[in-house]
């Protein structure tokens, strides 16, 4: 396991985004098992594929971009870590 960049989150874990190929922490909130993409909109179902692993924070902005969702909410997120 790689150890996470985030050092105040202990319960993270390195996730590879299979768009972009970035390696990002995953599942870093505040409480166990929440994630930085909680505070995210909800990505439209149309654009998930069964299986797909979590996107970066930038690929899931561009994603829910593309989808022109919640325009307002993605400026606050990205450059999430």
Do not use: K, Y
Not at 27 to 41: R, Y
Not at 52 to 75: H, I, R, Y
Request: hydrophobic fraction near 40%; charge should be negative; include cysteine.
């Amino acid at each position: 396991m790689i150890a996470p960049t985030n050092p105040s989150a202990a319960a993270c874990t390195r996730a590879r985004c299979p768009r972009c190929s970035v390696a990002f922490d995953c599942e870093c909130g505040a409480a166990p098992g929440q994630c930085w993409c909680a505070s995210m909109p909800a990505l439209p179902a149309g654009r998930l594929a069964p299986g797909m692993p979590c996107l970066c924070p930038g690929c899931l902005a561009a994603e829910l971009a593309a989808a022109d969702v919640n325009q307002s909410a993605l400026s606050n997120h990205s450059d999430a870590p």
